[in-house]
């Protein structure tokens, strides 16, 4: 197998995981990047559903989902009295 030598800058914080992670997994970090990048190459490619992806971001940010899907159970299925939770 041919190599070239790169140089890649990185955030110190991420080379001192990539070594720490090497040699916790006996390995090089030139050995853990080739890893990766063959398990890019030929892993499973995940993509969204159509149906997903349509109605991705439909829901705005500040709206709190769940307390609007309660009340919706609320008013579909009627109120408990205060005597119901006893």
């Known amino acids: 197998m ?36 063959q398990r890019l190459q ?14 991705s971001g439909l829901i705005p940010a500040e709206v709190d989902g769940e307390a609007v899907y309660k009340e919706h159970l609320l008013q579909k299925h009627g109120r408990r009295s205060s005597s119901d939770n006893e």
């Not at 030929?42 to 109605?55: C, E, N, S, Y």
Request: charged share 30%; no cysteine; aromatic share 6%.
């Open 2 to 37: 041919d190599t070239v030598e790169l140089t890649v800058r990185l955030p110190k914080k991420n080379l001192d995981f990539a070594e720490r992670y090497a040699r916790e997994h006996q390995m090089t970090v030139d050995e853990l990047i080739a890893r990766y990048l």
């Open 42 to 55: 030929t892993g499973p490619k995940i993509t969204i559903h159509p149906d997903v992806q349509a109605i």
